[in-house]
């Protein structure tokens, strides 16, 4: 039986390696605690600019990897949507390059009357965590040198649905990456309990959360 001091020695040691590790999102090396009982720890977890598109497109952009911010697919003169994500780092905040296409006409005996257009758009925002979902604030949108009234409308509608609409949530997919209930045969399974994202940022290569949790070994 493991005296108390070794006990708490061993649990700071835990503690510090748990500080210092990245765990990339396409090759996830899991830290589970040897000792049941430990206390939670807060791990920092690197979520790569890739891996942050795929989650992103699973879960914003959804109709045929389209994010629709005004109306639907069956929509024929009354629409507007971003396709083909692109996400890369700029300082401390997101770059998502994107497709912006959008009509705003009427549907007159069968033809659209009225104004669209379609242009690719550079969209920067400072990513924060809610909760367990990540939102945006601090946006900025440029729609690379185009004017125009409806692009200027357009412009604006973005920077206003991107700050309160567009969210995704990344603590279930980190939850499930470390989650283990059953190891393969001969050797242990584990369990992610009380898992909570506490903050994240933007580095060159990826967005880092900071997240506390408390692991069974079973």
Known sequence: MMDRAK????????????KRLRLCAHSV???????????????EIDV????????????MFTEEGRRYVKGSKTARCS??????????????????????????ALDMFGS?????????VTILATPYASGGAVMFKDVEVDPH??????????????RKSFSSQFKFNIDQEAKRLLDFPEGPPGSLGRKVDNFKM????????????????????K
Not at 50 to 55: G, N, Q, R, T, Y
């Open 112 to 120: 659209c009357v009225g104004m669209g257009d379609s242009f690719d």
């Open 7 to 18: 006990r708490l020695r061993l649990c700071a040691h835990v503690m510090d390696c748990a």
């Open 198 to 217: 506490e903050s994240l940022w933007v580095t060159k290569d990826a967005v880092v959360l900071k997240v506390d949790f408390h692991v069974t070994v």
């Open 79 to 104: 629409y507007a949507y971003l396709e083909n994500p692109h996400i890369s780092g700029a300082g401390d905040k997101l770059r998502i390059s994107a497709k912006f296409s959008g009509r705003s």
């Open 29 to 43: 090396r899991v830290l589970f605690l040897l000792l049941a009982g430990l206390p939670a720890l807060a791990v």
């Open 48 to 59: 790569s600019f890739d891996a942050l598109e795929k989650i992103i497109g699973a879960q």
């Open 145 to 158: 040198g185009r004017r125009g009234f409806y692009i200027d409308r357009v412009v604006a509608e973005l």
